[in-house]
């Protein structure tokens, strides 16, 4: 089946650690992103990459870091830099960025999930 | 600056009732794509529907209904005889390409409660 996976389903993190949430995709897409969910709010955007070895920041971009080494792989790093860093945190793909697209139209799906929680 | 907004935080009905979504949107590009997600208490998004700034044709899914305007800058949401299992947060985003900074803005999304 193909799809995109998240692991782990909860995480939980010790005060000055960092923690590296995985995402892998089987869809062949091209892009992959990060969005952080709190309680009550909308997805908020933190990284995104269109091609593998490249990747942008979102709007909140602070505390974090990824790699794009694997078309399939994007991991995250909440670093010990992130201060709130408790949240539902939800990866996605698409066929293909915008800018190679040459628009914004592609539908992004999402995987499950990785909640986490500061000890 | 892109705007979606979803003024309904919450919405409970009782179930075959009919129900409808409201999303306003604010962009200043021409060319833009508006999209709903629904999720699930078990978190994942799932993806309903995709429109484009150029095609205002209403859409229907089933019991899904979708209502593009542009000239209210609206793209709602109705639920025709809902059921228990349509309980799930909704949202509606928005998506163009000021800057090639290619993002989706999402609305604070819609809990949506049916009832037996």
């Known amino acids: 089946d193909g799809g995109i996976t998240q692991s782990p389903k909860y995480l939980f993190r010790k005060e000055g650690q960092n923690v590296t949430l995985s995402c892998e995709q089987n869809?062949?897409?091209?892009?992959m992103y990060w969005y952080r969910q709190d309680p009550g709010q909308g997805l908020r955007l933190i990284y995104y990459s269109q091609i593998v070895n490249d990747f942008q920041k979102g709007d909140i971009a602070e505390g974090y870091s990824v790699s794009r080494e694997k078309k399939e792989s994007f991991p995250l790093t909440v670093t010990s830099a992130q201060k709130n860093p408790t949240a539902f945190y939800l990866c996605?793909?698409?066929?293909?960025?915008?800018?190679?697209?040459?628009?914004?139209?592609?539908?992004?799906?999402f995987g499950p999930g990785t909640r986490l929680l500061v000890l | 600056a892109q705007k979606v907004t979803q003024a309904q935080t919450e919405i409970s009905v009782v179930e075959k009732e009919d129900v409808t979504l409201d999303c306003v949107y604010e962009t200043r590009d021409t060319t833009y794509y508006l999209f709903w997600y629904k999720q699930p208490p078990s978190g994942e998004l799932v993806f309903l529907i995709r429109r484009n700034s150029f095609d205002e044709q209403n859409e229907i899914s089933g019991r899904y209904s979708w209502n593009f305007q542009k000239s209210t800058s609206s793209f709602n949401f109705t639920i025709t005889a809902s059921q228990v299992v349509d309980s799930a947060v909704y949202f509606c985003?928005?998506?163009?390409?000021?800057?090639?900074?290619?993002?989706?803005?999402f609305g604070k999304g819609t809990l949506l409660t049916v009832n037996p």
């Open positions: 869809l062949n897409h091209d892009a």
């Open positions: 985003a928005l998506s163009s390409d000021r800057g090639s900074n290619y993002k989706l803005t």
């Open positions: 996605a793909s698409s066929m293909m960025g915008a800018i190679l697209a040459g628009g914004p139209g592609e539908t992004q799906y």
